[in-house]
């Protein structure tokens, strides 16, 4: 006995869309047939648990792709689960998916944009009718004694009979309609089972006449135990999804459940890929749903400052034919990515404990990670606690924690020079006050230092302050006092600063003293707020124009005997001579030391060569 029965009205009104439209991106029926059939193979393996009953008699569980060309049919056959008679009529009839009602009810009318929405919210089992006008389910739920065959054009109504013939499991055979024909050709399936259901972790075969062809690689590495996955299996999955030969630093595999469920297997890179640096590189993330591909162009799925983090993520609280745009709206994304961020920030932590190893990972992807101290985020503070840097305390590598540890009584703020070799660095005269106060300071040596100093500069409320901008602390902590030979007097440093400002009129915003040198008679600094020499010289060196060049300031150390002497000279004002060949003399040296290139560099030699004759 055949029964008709009519499609719920929400269904009726989603085929009366679906079956006339011409939807380009029609492939989609596959992975949602595919999908299905994985769902129904998970069921019958979870139901063999339960009821031993059911055990497996002779066929492995497994996925069939029938084209056959005579009958201008596909089927999608597995020997899953099945449907019973009450099944067929709710799974099959109704949508039962949440939300589904209000998504129906949004529908406009207009048959080309309902198609659209239809095609990003996924309709499962009915996108069999974009491409078939005909589609019949025979189907026998396991354990039982019948099945069931199931028909329907799509209009209105489906057909429901007993068949006492049909195998256990599903097969759904579609009636292809004539622009749909290409679904038959085995290339286009392979392909498209390769492009979206590789990691389905049931065969899919396909069966093309006598032959038979695997043409997924069925390696959900992901949804297996940890207990059960070897390194050897993580590395060749690492190498495959990270196109990588190498092997992970680290490898990271955990199962979220709470707000949103979802499965990760995440690594980082021993070594920093190729592309790491290229702006339009994305994250080389995958994200499936229920172990279907969806898409790894996922920009807001991991902060810029991970971007070298690699894997899968794989959810079920996305639909299936989640749309590009619904990516980017749906706060699923947004809560997995904060906690992969979580996670993973914390796996580093631990790692980080250990600093020969985490030192592999520091010298690969440290440059990347600050840029997380300057994108704006919620976890500055662990991303600092993650940070190495280089210091005038030894060769090695110091955290945050280490140089607090370390600090002088009386010392309230971290201090950094920036620059772009260490060598050079640790010769900077800026750094003279320091080491005589036995004060470290950190060496900024990346490019990316003179901007992340820009924006975080606080760590566990000490100030983050460049050495040119030291004040107080120097005042306070006394420099060793036996190398402390001279001091000008007051009137000798106004007459000082006067004429050497005239003398460098034009070249040098100001003048002022400091007690920040101690070998070096003077070193050029620039005002706090302002650009660093070093960020100019970046930015030239990228052609980047500098229009707003900084003031320069020309710092003198009021306890350098030459600076006495040259005071002295000011003041008696005699030679003048002499005085602005000296003053320009230091000028340039003070550039040369910078690094920064001179005006007239024959002028600067000519005077030296003068000098030196003096001397001999
Ligand atoms: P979803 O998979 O999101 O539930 P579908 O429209 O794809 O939505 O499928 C509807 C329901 O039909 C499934 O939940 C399942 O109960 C049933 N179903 C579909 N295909 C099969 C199959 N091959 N074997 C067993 N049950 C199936
Ligand atoms: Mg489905």
Same mark, same amino acid.
């Given at each position: ?31 949602? @047939?595919?999908?299905? #059939?994985? %769902?129904?193979? +998970?069921? /019958? =393996?979870?139901?063999? &648990? $339960? ?124 009636? @292809?309609?004539?622009? #749909?024909? %290409?679904?038959? +050709?085995? /290339? =286009?399936?392979?392909? &498209? $089972? ?423």
């Amino acid at each position: 006995m055949t029964e008709q029965i009519a499609f719920q009205a929400e269904v009726a009104k989603v085929l009366d869309i679906v079956i006339h439209s011409l939807y380009s991106n029609n492939e989609i029926f596959l992975r949602e @047939l595919i999908s299905n #059939a994985s %769902d129904a193979c +998970d069921k /019958l =393996r979870y139901a063999r &648990l $339960v009821h031993p009953e059911l055990a497996a008699q002779g066929e492995e569980m497994k996925i069939e792709l029938i084209p056959n060309k005579q009958a201008r049919t596909l089927t999608v056959r597995d020997n899953g689960i099945g449907m019973n008679r009450d099944d067929l009529i709710n799974h099959l009839g109704t949508i039962a998916r949440s939300g589904s009602a209000e998504f129906v009810k949004s529908l406009s009318g207009d048959k080309q944009k309902d198609m659209a929405l239809i095609g990003q919210f996924g309709v499962g089992f009915y996108a069999s009718f974009m491409v078939a006008d005909k589609v019949v389910v025979q189907t026998r739920k396991a354990g039982d004694a019948s099945g069931w065959r199931w028909e329907s054009e799509g209009a209105g109504t489906f057909s429901i009979a007993e068949d006492k013939k049909v195998s256990p499991g599903t097969s759904i055979e579609l009636h @292809l309609k004539k622009e #749909a024909l %290409d679904y038959l +050709d085995p /290339l =286009r399936l392979r392909y &498209l $089972v390769r492009q979206y259901s590789d990691h389905v972790s049931w065969p899919i075969v396909l069966k093309d006449g006598k032959q038979e062809e695997t043409l997924n690689s069925a390696s959900a590495l992901w949804t297996r135990h940890k207990a059960d996955i070897t390194e050897a299996q993580y590395r060749d999955f690492y190498q495959s999804v990270s196109h990588a030969f190498d092997a992970p630093w680290m490898t990271l595999h955990y199962k979220a459940e709470g707000v949103i469920d979802y499965t990760a297997l995440l690594f980082i890179p021993e070594k920093p890929p190729f592309n790491l640096f290229q702006p339009d590189r994305q994250t080389a993330l995958q994200l499936y749903v229920n172990r279907v591909f969806i898409s790894d162009d996922l920009p807001d799925l991991m902060p810029h400052f991970l971007r070298f983090v690699t894997g899968v993520i794989d959810t079920n609280d996305l639909p299936l034919n989640v749309s590009r745009e619904m990516l980017q709206k749906t706060p699923v994304m947004s809560k997995i990515k904060a906690g992969l961020v979580h996670r993973i920030l914390s796996e580093l932590k631990k790692r980080a404990d250990q600093p020969d190893d985490y030192q592999t990972f520091w010298e690969s992807f440290g440059i990347v990670l600050k840029e997380g101290l300057y994108e704006p985020n919620d976890q500055k503070e662990d991303i600092a606690n993650l940070c190495r840097f280089r210091s005038t305390v030894g060769e090695g590598w110091v955290s945050f924690a280490d140089y607090v540890g370390r600090m002088k009584d009386g010392q309230e703020t971290i201090y950094y020079l920036t620059g772009s070799d260490l060598e050079t660095m640790r010769h900077n005269p800026q750094l003279e006050g320091f080491a005589a106060r036995g004060i470290e300071v950190l060496l900024l040596n990346e490019p990316i230092d003179e901007f992340w100093t820009q924006t975080f500069t606080e760590y566990k409320g000490k100030k983050i302050v460049s050495v040119m901008h030291a004040r107080q602390d120097l005042d306070k902590i006394p420099a060793d006092p036996s190398k402390t030979t001279v001091t000008l007097t007051t009137e000798e440093e106004a007459a000082l600063m006067g004429e050497v400002k005239q003398i460098l009129k034009g070249e040098i915003g100001d003048v002022q003293m400091t007690d920040r040198l101690t070998k070096s008679p003077v070193a050029l600094i620039t005002p706090e707020g302002q650009m660093s020499m070093n960020l100019e010289r970046l930015m030239r060196a990228h052609h980047q124009p500098t229009a707003f060049a900084s003031t320069r300031i020309l710092e003198i150390n009021r306890h350098h005997p030459l600076m006495k002497k040259l005071a002295e000279m000011v003041q008696s004002k005699k030679d003048s001579a002499a005085i602005a060949e000296t003053v320009w003399l230091l000028y340039d040296q003070s550039l040369v030391t910078e690094g920064e290139p001179l005006k007239d560099p024959a002028r600067f030699s000519e005077a030296l060569v003068r000098l030196m004759m003096q001397g001999l």
